[in-house]
């Protein structure tokens, strides 16, 4: 019984988590309805074929987008490593004249 007040505070903590997640699925659901109803020019529902395929081609290009934008990145830090390694490499040269 001691520890009661602790698991009440993290149920209710747990239960602000959910109430919060499930308020931003909402969001998002509603915008993406919002979004097709200007792509499609009338109020569409969200089980609609139509909007599943929508938003499945959001998806993909968001993907697509996310792994390009990773690829830059990735390709950034390399031509600062390499950079940092040219640099090291004239600093030894110039030590071992």
Do not use: C, H
């Not at 109020?43 to 996310?66: H, L, T």
């Amino acid at each position: 019984m001691s520890q009661m007040p602790k698991w009440i505070a993290e149920y209710k903590q747990k239960q602000v988590l959910i109430q919060r997640d499930a308020k931003e699925r909402s969001l998002k659901k509603e915008a993406l309805l919002e979004e097709a109803r200007d792509y499609f020019g009338y109020k569409i529902q969200a089980n609609d074929p139509k909007f599943q395929q929508m938003v499945e081609e959001k998806e993909e290009k968001e993907r697509i987008e996310a792994k390009k934008r990773k690829k830059e990145e990735k390709a950034k830090k390399l031509a600062v490593r390499m950079a940092q390694d040219m640099v090291n490499s004239s600093k030894k040269d110039e030590t071992v004249r």
